[in-house]
């Protein structure tokens, strides 16, 4: 690092305090949002912040007796030691400390470890890792065919949700920041996590896990809503398609049986009934397409169709380059899934 005398004192060059202003910055950054850890909305999230702040300020400690120890070591030019001074360092800092230090942590670590059982009237939510997308599914209410979305989950503030998480392929994790700690998705095995929300709002998350090319590309999103929303919402779900009300979503709908979507997506009430993709029954009332690669309008849908290829690289859905009339006769039908 090049410095510059001023004064006769060393000084950094002003590259530097820059370099150090934007570091803060950009570590600021992550302290608020919708993906941070540290504004818990969720009292998974809030139990376990507490480890965060132990493992800062006990690094920082570790950090600076380091650091002391070698200036001490270094620039302070202690005489030489008698063999008692030595024995008591190498004793004391060598067994006792990390003795003493461990254990504190280890009855720390433990404890948070004791998640209390969520209640019995939990919420089930299977969560599965897809190439690069999430697959989810709620109990319906009303007994009949589960409810089946992708990249997003709702839940009733205050309520809580076990999710059960699968994956067939890779593994992935499961990373809600604001309401909980992570929790990976392990082929041939189901993990749970709990989540219980306790502020409304939009939150946002992401694969933890890297699991392929789209592993960047796999984010998802969760509202934290009212009951009374929340179970208005799921039973709006729980419904097959609407039919299309305007005569260029009609099109889009005999358009989208015509070039074999629902191969691979289901559109619950038609003829479509794949369940490679995601199942496109409300996909309208979505905030996000492609697994929040981008917001869904009506711009970004025809994007979607024509350029998927190239907007997510390694997803398995096609691109359908059509012409324009089409892509928006397209677009037109999925914004009407609502
Ligand atoms: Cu899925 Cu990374």
Not at 183 to 195: A, F, K, M, Q, T
Not at 209 to 223: D, K, L, Q, V, W
Not at 239 to 262: D, I, K, N, V, Y
Request: hydrophobic share 45%.
């Amino acid at each position: 690092m090049r410095r510059t005398r001023a004064g006769g004192r060393r000084v950094l060059p002003p590259r530097c305090g820059a370099l150090a202003c934007g570091l803060l910055l950009t570590l600021n950054a992550g302290c608020h949002g919708p993906r941070s850890s540290l504004v818990p909305a969720g009292e998974e999230a809030a139990r376990i912040l507490p480890l965060f702040w132990a493992m800062v300020v006990g690094g920082t400690l570790v950090w600076l007796l380091v650091i002391g120890l070698a200036v001490y070591a270094t620039h302070l030019r202690p005489r030489a030691h008698r063999y008692g001074t030595v024995r008591t360092f190498l004793i004391g800092g060598g067994v006792v400390l990390p003795t003493v230090t461990l254990a504190v942590l280890l009855v720390f670590g433990l404890r948070l470890l004791e998640a209390p059982a969520p209640p019995a009237d939990a919420l089930r939510i299977d969560v599965t890792g897809e190439r690069w997308w999430w697959r989810v599914v709620y109990e319906n209410p009303d007994g009949g065919d589960p409810i089946v979305l992708a990249n997003e989950l709702r839940l009733p503030v205050n309520g809580a949700a076990v999710l059960a998480l699968h994956s067939h392929e890779v593994i992935h994790s499961f990373w809600l920041p604001s309401l909980a700690g992570k929790r990976d998705l392990i082929p041939g095995r189901v993990n749970h996590l709990v989540l219980q929300p306790t502020r409304l709002g939009v939150y946002e998350g992401a694969c933890a896990e890297y699991c392929g090319i789209g592993h960047a590309n796999m984010a998802f999103a969760a509202e934290v809503m009212q009951p009374a929303a929340f179970a208005e919402w799921l039973a709006r779900q729980a419904a097959p398609a609407a039919a299309p009300s305007s005569a260029e979503a009609r099109r889009g709908a005999t358009l989208f049986l015509q070039l074999g979507c629902g191969n691979c997506h289901a559109v619950r009430g038609t003829a479509a009934r794949g369940s490679v993709g995601p199942d496109l029954t409300h996909v309208g009332s979505r905030h996000t397409i492609a697994a929040g690669r981008l917001p869904l309008t009506h711009a970004t849908l025809r994007d979607w169709i024509a350029h998927s290829a190239a907007i997510k690289p390694g997803t398995l859905m096609p691109a359908y380059p059509l012409p324009p009339d089409e892509l928006d006769a397209l677009a037109a039908y999925l914004r009407e899934l609502e």
